[in-house]
């Protein structure tokens, strides 16, 4: 089980999980937007100074960040197979995903949030 007291943030204040059995903990509880990325994908570096923007007109989400090369296996199980990429899971239900290789951008990623908010 993982500690939520030992969340690691990124600069953009997304949770950064240490381990594969916190992530795991993420994806079976709560109401969490995981967005797959990479340091070296340029489409990410587009979209990650706008994350706080998103980050806070979804408050009802936690954002959870995941690096697609270090969590590579859980990338294959998820069928990410393309990045910046979001799968949203509530108590270990999967929501919505938005996956796929193109750039994504802050308004279609809220439009996305939205319709997965219903």
């Known amino acids: 089980m993982y500690n939520q007291s030992s969340k690691r943030k990124g600069r953009d204040g ?18 969490n937007v995981f967005f797959f990325t990479a340091d070296w994908c340029g489409d990410c570096s587009f979209i990650k100074p706008q994350m706080p923007e998103i980050e806070a007109a979804f408050p009802q989400f936690q954002f959870i960040q995941v690096d697609r090369d270090e969590y590579i296996d859980v990338a294959a199980e998820w069928n990410i197979f393309g990045i910046p990429s979001f799968v949203v899971v509530n108590d270990g239900e999967e929501m919505g995903r938005l996956v796929n290789k193109n750039r994504k951008t802050k308004d279609e990623i809220a439009g996305f949030l939205q319709r997965v908010e219903g």
């Open 14 to 31: 997304m949770i950064i999980p240490k381990s594969i059995e916190e992530l795991a903990g993420y994806a079976e509880k709560g109401k």
